[in-house]
């Protein structure tokens, strides 16, 4: 399994766009990118899954460059119920074993 | 659609008595699996299910045991539970469309305390 590097953290306002950068430089042919978000007291939520370029829907884009060695999630016009933690992973279609580093904690002020 | 069920929600033991958290899925997923979650290191894979009667480890498997008779089904028991065992639980299910690439559906996690 690729490992993955996030930022511990990050703040932002409402209304404001939010990058979150997820590095997976040993990615493997076959490994998809999926993002989770996870709100306190409950499991995590699927958000976004991509294999490369770019994939947008109701909720997010994630940009994923050619070499795919690392993955953007944007969160556009934040609010404050997007507060959360944001989780990268990246693995193939085999991989039963899925982990979930500690996350990025996306928080959102007035 | 109930989705994934997790009870109970909240829980806590004595050092040295057993329980079973259960986890159950009305969505007919064939892969289930348990992660533990503590402050700051993310979901840890206890283990997981890719069928009834198909159990296999995770990356921390030491002092949980599984079984998997049915389907919609994955209880985790604890036989002497530690203090190190303290965390979140979290069940998740998925199908298995030619493997994994498909999302995750997680329940809403048992709380465990053990003094």
């Known amino acids: 399994l690729a490992k993955t590097t996030q930022p511990i953290s990050m703040d932002s306002y409402e209304g404001q766009e939010v990058n979150i950068t997820c590095s997976h430089n040993?990615?493997?042919?076959?490994?998809?990118i999926t993002w989770y978000q996870q709100f306190p007291s409950q499991g995590p939520r699927f958000i976004i899954q991509?294999?490369?370029t770019k994939v947008t829907n109701e909720v997010a884009s994630l940009f994923i460059p050619a070499d795919r060695k690392s993955s953007t999630l944007s969160l556009p016009r934040v609010s404050l119920s997007d507060t959360a933690v944001y989780y990268c992973?990246?693995?193939?279609?085999?991989?039963?074993?899925?982990?979930f580093g500690a996350g990025t904690t996306v928080t959102v002020r007035a | 659609n109930a989705g994934v069920t997790q009870t109970p929600k909240f829980q806590v033991l004595k050092t040295g008595q057993s329980m079973t958290l259960q986890c159950a899925q009305d969505m007919n997923h064939e892969y289930m699996s348990w992660y533990r979650q503590d402050p700051g290191m993310g979901l840890r894979l206890i283990h997981y299910?890719?069928?009834?009667?198909?159990?296999d480890q995770g990356e921390v498997p030491n002092g949980y045991n599984v079984s998997r008779s049915t389907t919609e089904d994955f209880p985790l028991r604890l036989l002497s539970a530690a203090p190190s065992q303290t965390s979140v639980y979290f069940c998740?299910?998925?199908?298995?469309?030619?493997?994994?690439?498909?999302?995750?559906?997680f329940g809403n996690g048992t709380r465990l305390t053990v003094t």
């Open positions: 299910s890719v069928g009834a009667g198909i159990t």
């Open positions: 992973l990246v693995g193939a279609p085999n991989d039963y074993k899925l982990s």
């Open positions: 998740a299910s998925t199908v298995l469309t030619g493997g994994l690439s498909s999302p995750l559906h």
């Open positions: 991509g294999y490369k």
């Open positions: 040993n990615i493997a042919t076959n490994d998809y």
